[in-house]
């Protein structure tokens, strides 16, 4: 568990502060694409400094479609691995996954999580929804479902199953 005091501004930042802590690097994507994406560095993998996580994107030809990407997959990256204790749980129960606050959704979600052990179904109460639907939201987000099943195996837990 790594203390993030910030980790709220930076879920809620938009891409101009965000990237103000970052380091960018651009190259030449790879694969289908057609001889644009092979020529030019449209590519960008993105750094936070004051943690070192990382995020990359190459899924367009235009280098700002894939910073802009780059930049939502590193949310998510900041979401799965700061936690902000005591928990705050998020403000409504469910967030669509392209929605822009889906990442604070899952940093908040995850740090009741973190709160209770990684044991879901007190999670489950704190959240003021059942168990079911509990894994029901996780199973919708499959990195979200992975990182959760990932920290109840390190816990001795059992996996949970969609």
């Not at 190259?27 to 996580?53: E, I, M, P």
């Not at 740090?111 to 109460?125: C, L, T």
Request: aromatic share 4%.
């Amino acid at each position: 568990m790594t203390p993030a005091p910030d980790r709220d501004q930076l879920l809620a930042a938009d891409d101009e502060t965000l990237s103000a802590g970052c380091e960018f690097e651009f190259c030449k994507g790879s694969g289908n694409g057609g001889q644009k994406r092979n020529k030019t560095s449209s590519a960008v993998r993105v750094r936070h400094l004051a943690t070192g996580l990382t995020a990359e994107d190459c899924s367009e030809r235009s280098q700002h479609r894939n910073r802009a990407a780059a930049l939502a997959k590193l949310r998510m990256e900041l979401a799965l691995h700061l936690r902000r204790l005591p928990a705050q749980p998020p403000e409504r129960s469910v967030t669509a996954l392209e929605h822009p606050d889906y990442p604070m959704w899952c940093a908040r979600v995850l740090d009741v999580f973190e709160e209770h052990g990684f044991d879901h179904k007190p999670a489950a109460e704190a959240l003021a929804v059942s168990p079911t639907a509990l894994v029901k939201l996780l199973a919708r987000d499959p990195r979200l479902f992975q990182f959760v099943n990932q920290e109840r195996a390190r816990r001795g837990l059992t996996i949970l199953r969609r």
